[in-house]
């Protein structure tokens, strides 16, 4: 673009820096700074951070410098460490980015010399650059507030030296505008010469018609006659030329009037022209026919601002061209030109991958032009992105939030996430969680084969936690695949277990011996049928013979046999199938009589300790 483009009261930190005649000093860089300084401290103080500072971002005017948008990308320079790194960046990061910038203006020209006192105040200056400047965020300063406390001392306005390149600015302006002038007036000055030389050639031709009139002999009379007739031609060509002057001059002035009407009738149809273009979103197109108009930021100021913005749109500056056409309000078609700006800077932002950034722009557009597709793209982008960095976590929910709002590729890209998952799981014997994270996936290709899979080896890992004893684990573990195979079986003698009961008579005693009875022969049922003398007297009660031999337990647990016996104690209890004599006074000396081993709920056999023999008996 021309000159034109940019505010004579506004730089680009970059090109102000090179049109500085000599270093900028600490204290004319603080001072400019320090408006930004001061609106970041205002940010962080509503609750936001900029996390964006950077040149690019800079303008500079006579007044300090202000922040702009930018679509470039900033280096490595400015940006904190744990930001680059992908960390939590916060307040620290922008002291950080202030700093930087900081440093910039005062090191891209060499520092001055033989200055004593800049010397002084640019160490004690570099003193606060570099803690800004920290590699650990809790080693610089803490807030914004801090950093513009420190910087206050170097805060005390700006130099003459430093105010140089708005001086060449509003020089190159005034030179502009002389050199229009000068146009102006060496084209007035070349058409009053023709007009001069026009009239002494009229002079000219009357001296020699008077000249012919004299070579003739003449009387008195004739010369008084001739000095009349001379006196009246001379008054005559004297109105003769008066009316040539007045008519010329008429004729110049229509011309003119006409020449101006139909140059500036072209000049607007020009305008005109670039403004439907604008409207139309055509910006290159649009700027370049404004900038065919000769002193068309001059003739037409307000159309300048929106073929600036249209300028900025073309060079591809849309966060700034963005700005520049909410500025212009209501202006033609500024607002759905802004809107524009802004999805196209949305777009950018796809196109580099900056995924993050992109999604937020396109979901600030709510339903303009296709942004509600392209923010579930820039969404499941970044959600690959995750995966392909090892963050399959962080992925999970963008894929979810897609899933449900019916983005077709996120589907499969999510199921596999979870497919994967659920083998690290398993692969640390988490089976409960495997076969979990893959249930929402039922009547999937292949996925109910693992489901079936995982859910299997949950469940023998519950019945081998049983086995050794662990009742509770084993409870939960069992509660996790309730339903499948066994499992409310187990869950039955888990609870016969672990269950109190208050004695043979207890309600709750019996109605488990009922239920233990359904599963005689089912693991350890039939152990904890005759466990103890409250489950063995409920299920032992009755008379039971078989090979000449029989044993009898009546309703009060008193017992009688004729099966092979030795005698010991006063008294009997049941112990893990065992029938235990005691005597009165020492519960614990006890001594197995026999032990018994139950088939089915009619049929056991009873082991008699006396001769070492077994005797299957009935129930009658």
């Keep these: 673009m021309g000159k034109f483009w940019l505010k004579r009261t506004e730089l680009r930190l970059s090109d102000y820096l090179q049109r500085l005649l000599s270093p900028l000093d600490c204290y004319s860089a603080v001072t400019l700074l320090m408006p930004i300084a001061i609106e970041l401290k205002n940010k962080h103080d509503s609750g936001s951070v900029c996390l964006r500072l950077f040149p690019a971002c800079i303008l500079v005017t006579e007044n300090g410098c202000k922040l702009i948008d930018s679509s470039e990308q900033p280096s490595d320079l400015f940006i904190a460490p744990e930001q680059k790194n992908g960390g939590f960046a916060g307040i620290a990061a922008d002291v950080y980015a202030v700093c930087a910038v900081l440093r910039y203006m005062l090191t891209l020209n060499l520092p001055a010399k033989n200055d004593k006192n800049n010397d002084e105040a640019s160490t004690e200056l570099d003193g606060i650059i570099n803690k800004g400047m920290s590699e650990l965020p809790n080693e610089r300063f803490s807030t914004m507030q801090d950093l513009i406390h420190a910087l206050a001392p170097f805060n005390t306005g700006v130099s003459e030296a430093a105010l140089v390149p708005f001086v060449k600015r509003r020089e190159e302006k005034k030179s502009i505008e002389a050199l229009n002038i000068f146009d102006a007036t060496t084209a007035l000055n070349t058409n009053e010469a023709r007009a001069l030389t026009d009239d002494s050639k009229l002079n000219v031709l009357e001296s020699e018609i008077n000249l012919q009139s004299t ?5 008195p009379n004739e010369v008084n006659s001739i000095a009349v007739v001379n006196e009246d031609t001379k008054t005559n060509s004297q109105k003769r030329t008066l009316r040539r002057w007045m008519l010329g001059a008429a004729v110049v002035c229509v011309a003119l009037v006409i020449a101006t009407g139909f140059t500036w009738r072209y000049l607007n149809n020009c305008c005109e022209q670039a403004m439907e273009d604008m409207d139309k979103f055509l910006f290159a197109e649009a700027v370049g026919e404004f900038e065919e108009i000769p002193y068309g930021e001059k003739l037409f100021p307000e159309e300048s601002l929106y073929i600036y913005a249209g300028s900025l749109m073309a060079a591809e500056e849309y966060a700034a061209a963005e700005t520049a056409f909410s500025d212009l309000n209501e202006y033609r078609e500024a607002e759905a030109a802004a809107k524009e700006a802004k999805y196209q800077k949305a777009k950018y932002y796809l196109e580099t991958k900056q995924f993050i950034s992109a999604q937020a722009t396109f979901l600030s557009l709510v339903d303009y032009k296709d942004s509600n597709e392209l923010e579930k793209e820039a969404q499941y982008l970044y959600a690959k992105k995750l995966i392909a960095e090892g963050d399959s976590d962080l992925a999970e929910p963008f894929l979810r939030s897609l ?29 409960y969680e495997a076969f979990t994270i893959l249930e929402e996936f039922s009547g999937e290709e292949g996925i109910d084969a693992l489901i079936s899979d995982y859910k299997d080896k949950a469940y023998k890992d519950a019945v081998s936690v049983y086995n050794k004893g662990s009742y509770w684990t084993a409870y939960s573990m069992f509660k996790k695949v309730e339903g499948y195979k066994h499992t409310s079986d187990y869950l039955t003698l888990i609870e016969a277990h672990t269950e109190t009961y208050r004695g043979v008579d207890d309600a709750k005693a019996k109605e488990m011996v009922r239920q233990l009875k359904s599963l005689l022969g089912f693991a350890d049922a039939s152990e904890l049928i005759v466990r103890d003398r409250i489950f063995g007297h409920t299920f032992l009660v009755g008379n039971w013979t078989g090979s000449g031999k029989y044993f009898t337990m009546n309703s009060e647990g008193q017992i009688s046999y004729n099966l092979p016996y030795f005698r010991y104690g006063d008294y009997y209890t049941i112990q893990d199938g065992a029938i235990v004599l005691f005597p009165e006074d020492d519960e614990d000396a006890t001594k197995p009589l026999f032990f018994i081993t139950v088939y089915t709920e009619d049929c056991i056999e009873v082991f008699c300790y006396k001769n070492c023999e077994s005797y299957m008996l009935y129930r009658q």
């Design 215 to 219: 070579d003739q002999p003449t009387t």
């Design 403 to 431: 899933d449900v709002e019916g983005y077709a590729s996120s589907h499969e890209l999510l199921l596999n996430i979870c497919k994967q998952k659920a083998a690290d799981k398993a692969s640390q014997k988490d089976y």
